[in-house]
């Protein structure tokens, strides 16, 4: 029994490490995916955060063809790295509104101005309102909008080139 209770700490060492180990290289999504997905858009009325182009309501969408809906700030990093992919997007047919949080109009023009512009719309979000009432938790975040007004997929981070079939799939589906 006294030799069996001498190996007992290398045991459960090795019991932690594999644990450990097992968690390290198969690490969980710790996204945080929106309830909202599959529900119809809540009701959003933001003001126009540019001159040149309308804001954001509920009414603007499902009005027979899928639209995307992408959450970005001029300040965000990741926004910058998916600008290319959302022009891809843009010719290749796609209709993208967009949610600015907590920014201004001079920074978002210079940022359209630098990282291209495929917006028809762009809401003001100031508070992180309607930011929260979609489910996102963070920018840049982009959602498929079915065309009954029904969200139908999220991706959640950056738009990567890889990411712009699935969201082409997404948007075809959603028809």
Known sequence: MRRVLIWLPLVLFGLVFALVASGLLRPGDRRVHSAMVGKPMPQLNLPPLLADRPGIATADFGKGKPR??????????????????????????AEIDAIAIRDTGDAVRGFLRQNGDPYARIGDDKTSSAQLALGSSGVPETFVIDAAGK???????????????????ALEKAK
């Open 68 to 93: 995307l809906l992408n959450i970005f700030a001029s300040w965000c990093i990741p926004c910058i790295a998916e600008a290319p992919q959302l022009m891809k997007l843009r010719q290749a047919g």
């Open 151 to 169: 969200i139908a997929y999220q991706h959640i981070g950056d738009i990567r080139d890889e990411n712009v079939p699935e969201l082409l799939a």
